[in-house]
T-cell receptor, first 114, second 116 residues
Framework: AQSVAQPEDQVNVAEGNPLTVKCTYS??????LFWYVQYPNRGLQFLLK??????LVKGSYGFEAEFNKSQTSFHLKKPSALVSDSALYFC????????????FGPGTRLSVLP | EPEVTQTPSHQVTQMGQEVILRCVPI?????FYWYRQILGQKVEFLVS????????KSEIFDDQFSVERPDGSNFTLKIRSTKLEDSAMYFC??????????????FGPGTRLTVL
């Protein structure tokens, strides 16, 4: 079975500093990995995904994520955080053997302090 | 930019009543999904739907739940007899027509269901 862990419930970072939101996964074979962001009273918005190829993927709003197969991780990063980045971030995994069923992590609340 | 829409934004119902949650997926998408998020918990897959039938469902999706595409635009989730534990945010999502596992799913804003 697939599973996703986000080891930090909350991440605080000062505006202008780099941010990292961590994600590790467990799946047999090669995963497809996704990051979504949820703003208050809004649905989940797609940020980026890893399918294959270059381990560093770039997405919306200046975010990027690095796939590390040996560490089974897919950490979300941004070089310079903005206050408007404050939101709930979800990592998700899918796999050909499990169809279209996305398995989400528990979410990490990011607070960017001015 | 096309988006998934959901109505109502908030539904309050009495235990034992039937509710129907509505979604309008992105128009050229053919794969549709329902997820739920109980307050403070993670987003959980309920069901996927393609070509007018369920393609996958989780163990949460028991006989009390059903889905339907009654016309060319709407996708509905029905809960026949609501329980207190059905209180959650329900998200509809859709994805591109080939339904591959690597296609991102586009989510609606959710319907908050409160069962009293």
């Amino acid at each position: 079975a697939q599973s996703v862990a986000q080891p930090e419930d909350q991440v605080n970072v000062a505006e202008g500093n780099p941010l990292t939101v961590k994600c590790t996964y467990s799946v047999s074979g090669n995963p497809y990995l996704f990051w979504y962001v949820q703003y208050p009273n809004r649905g989940l918005q797609f940020l980026l995904k890893y399918i294959t190829g270059d381990n560093l993927v770039k997405g919306s709003y200046g975010f990027e994520a690095e796939f590390n197969k040996s560490q089974t991780s897919f950490h979300l990063k941004k070089p310079s955080a903005l206050v408007s980045d404050s939101a709930l971030y979800f990592c998700a995994v899918s796999h050909d053997n499990y169809g279209q069923n996305f398995v989400f992590g528990p979410g990490t609340r990011l607070s960017v302090l001015p | 930019e096309p988006e998934v829409t959901q109505t109502p934004s908030h539904q309050v119902t009495q235990m034992g009543q039937e509710v129907i949650l509505r979604c309008v997926p992105i128009s050229n998408h053919l794969y549709f999904y329902w997820y739920r998020q109980i307050l403070g918990q993670k987003v959980e897959f309920l069901v996927s739907f393609y070509n007018n039938e369920i393609s996958e469902k989780s163990e949460i999706f028991d006989d009390q739940f059903s889905v339907e595409r009654p016309d060319g635009s709407n996708f509905t989730l029905k809960i026949r007899s609501t329980k207190l534990e059905d209180s959650a945010m329900y998200f509809c999502a859709s994805s591109a027509e080939d339904g591959s596992s690597y296609n991102e799913q586009f989510f609606g804003p959710g319907t908050r269901l409160t069962v009293l």
